[in-house]
């Protein structure tokens, strides 16, 4: 791994496709004034204040973060990292884990709308009881393994999902899944049925009024797999399409390679959505148990 002054980095332990990059206490504390600047109102409502936040950020390491994060994110043997600061103090509150993650997010790309939440990005909290349409937040479900932005027409090159709050929890961790690494990606990925148009639906909640149209599995410019997919969402149009779901969900959850982590507090996960698929595994029940998690899901910079 490349050094970086102000950044610690290493692969993370469970995975060398992982790479973990620590802020250092330096950088932090000379992130509260620029930061300070603007409140959360004034980056929902003008975009470029965001972009200020991002610059602040990549200029205290001499514009080496930026390079780093798209170097990561592009590259397909790697394609995540996790980014935190390496310690976390009274400083660091929710107001500030939004725009640290605002800032990583502005270099990378640009954010798309979250219809869910009425901005660009999304706040949301998981507690022991839950009125909601999705598994997003039923606490007690697994999340099966899945990518984002399958129901909706915007480009959606990669994710961020921010830990801002956890108390009494147990279970919930992280679950990823590189496509190179699953065992049954070939047999899926030849399958033609895979190839073809699915309709893709959301819940009310998702806010948003239309179906689209895409196959599971696309590829790369080299002819790799590229995977769009999330259990809850897709129509079936027949038989064959239903059977091919069920095959293509069986298999990803019995894949043995999957990495099972704990994302700590303060800590965001950011991994291109086209060869990584996410989720999460069930809490143990409390009735106190509360997280609250961050969203923002964009493409990259055109240039």
């Not at 109102?41 to 200020?52: G, H, I, S, Y």
């Not at 979250?114 to 022991?128: C, I, P, Q, T």
Request: charged share 30%; glycine share 4%; net charge negative.
């Amino acid at each position: 791994m490349q050094n970086i002054a102000g950044l610690e980095i290493h692969e993370h332990e469970k995975s060398k496709r992982i790479i973990n990059i620590s802020l250092d206490d330096e950088i932090i504390k000379k992130l509260i004034f620029p930061f300070n600047k603007f409140d959360l109102t004034a980056l929902e409502l003008k975009p470029f204040t965001r972009f200020t936040i991002a610059k602040s950020l990549d200029d205290l390491t001499n514009n080496k973060l930026s390079e780093l994060m798209n170097k990561i994110l592009r590259d397909r043997d790697t394609g995540c990292f996790i980014i935190g600061p390496k310690n976390i103090t009274s400083k660091i509150n929710d107001k500030f884990l939004v725009k640290l993650s605002t800032a990583i997010a502005h270099l990378i790309g640009v954010p798309n709308h979250d219809s869910m939440a009425g901005k660009y990005y999304a706040r949301f909290e998981v507690k022991h009881e839950d009125k909601s349409d999705s598994y997003l937040r039923k606490a007690y479900r697994n999340m099966d393994l899945h990518t984002d932005g399958t129901y909706v027409k915007e480009i959606t090159d990669w994710l961020i999902m921010t830990k801002i709050n956890e108390e009494n929890v147990k279970g919930g961790e992280t679950a990823m899944l590189h496509l190179d690494d699953w065992e049954h990606c070939d047999d899926l990925f030849s399958d033609p049925v895979g190839k073809q148009n699915f309709m893709w639906g959301s819940p009310k909640s998702k806010n948003i009024d239309y179906k689209v149209e895409h196959p599971v599995f696309s590829s790369d410019e080299e002819g790799r797999p590229h995977i769009s997919y999330i259990d809850q969402f897709p129509e079936p149009k027949n038989m064959e399409q239903g059977n091919f779901l069920q095959k293509l969900s069986d298999s990803l959850e019995e894949s043995n390679n999957k990495v099972i982590t704990k994302l700590p507090v303060g800590n965001s996960i950011i991994a291109n959505n086209y060869f990584w698929l996410h989720g999460r595994k069930p809490f143990e029940e409390n009735k106190e148990l509360n997280r609250e998690l961050l969203r923002i899901r964009g493409s990259f910079f055109v240039n």
